[in-house]
């Protein structure tokens, strides 16, 4: 019997690391596109990577998309591979563009041309709320992106519903709300906060600088949000969704946990810093994820103190190597 073929954009990120692992475990062939580079980080699927075959490839190349779906003919594709840290979309907006936005269509567009009957996840985001208009934020609520991120995001979120609807493709987007893990980016405040409390714990770090403490986000656990995306693309019809843990929390909140998980009070090593302000800021994001709860069956199993705890507990154990 055939094993289900499965392609993943962004396999050596925090998402599409846990996505393979899943697949794998659902008994998948799983390919994972990487751009080609002299350096590239396997660190994420290191203990899987005999188990899966990774290809080279661009969101910035159109023909090397259309190479790669025409040679491995997957039955799903999963888009998590963006330009994806806000900050950095301020420095480099056209690349952000460029792969966010534009990314997805080139995807599409493959799609298209090699075999339309392909499923198709895109990777929405929360940051295309930006400034919300109302809270909690669901599918119908109109988007209003506050960053070069969030507006590319936008971009790669209509022009697959775009495509959806000109071409009859099964293409859907998952609005996902913050997803956290130890496998976050160093650059993401929650992996900044968990590393800092661990290294200052062990006697690595004195302090650490934040901007914005107030900003409240709804951040779940990362593996319970790829479930999400992988039950979208197995409906008889193609529905967007948004996955939430639907509670918020401040940046600050986050600090005060995880400095408690190794016993230390965040004002005695926690400092604000103005280099750390967005230049547009989004206060609030919170999702209502009823619908996904409704209608996949789905729902955040992590709760928040549990999250700050695994990710702190993980710095520990690699600080502690230090």
């Known amino acids: 019997m055939n094993k289900k073929r499965a392609l993943i954009t962004g396999i050596t990120g925090q998402d599409g690391s846990y996505m393979a692992e899943f697949l794998l475990e659902k008994g998948y062939e799983v390919v994972g596109m990487v751009r080609r580079s002299s350096t590239i980080n396997f660190e994420r699927i290191e203990h899987i990577q005999d188990h899966i075959k990774i290809v080279s490839g661009d969101l910035m190349d159109q023909v090397s998309l259309i190479d790669i779906i025409e040679k491995h003919r997957p039955a799903e594709v999963y888009n998590l591979a963006a330009q994806s840290f806000v900050q950095t979309s301020w420095d480099q907006p056209v690349f952000t563009g460029e792969v966010t936005a534009l990314g997805v269509t080139r995807v599409l567009d493959a799609i298209r041309i090699v075999d339309p009957g392909i499923h198709f996840y895109q990777a929405s985001s929360s940051e295309m709320f930006g400034k919300v208009r109302e809270v909690p934020q669901k599918e119908s609520t109109p988007f209003y992106p506050r960053s070069p991120y969030g507006v590319a995001k936008v971009y790669g979120h209509w022009i697959t519903l775009n495509y959806r609807e000109s071409y009859d493709l099964f293409a859907v987007s998952g609005i996902c709300f913050n997803h956290e893990s130890p496998r976050r980016g160093h650059e993401f405040v929650t992996r900044k906060l968990a590393r800092a409390a661990a290294r200052i714990k062990h006697g690595l770090e004195k302090e650490v600088r934040l901007g914005n403490m107030d900003s409240e986000r709804d951040w779940g656990f990362a593996p319970d949000y790829v479930r999400g995306m992988w039950l979208m693309l197995q409906q008889d019809e193609p529905v967007d969704y948004v996955l939430a843990t639907g509670k918020t929390h401040t940046v600050k909140k986050f600090a005060e946990l995880a ?49 700050v705890r695994i990710m702190v507990e993980a710095e520990m154990e690699t600080a502690s190597s230090d």
């Open 259 to 307: 400095f408690e998980v190794v016993g230390l009070d965040i004002n005695d090593h926690v400092v604000q810093d103005p280099r750390f302000m967005r230049p547009a800021e989004v206060d609030q994001l919170v999702g209502d994820s009823s619908k996904a709860q409704k209608e996949l069956g789905w729902k955040a199993e992590t709760d928040f103190e549990n999250l």
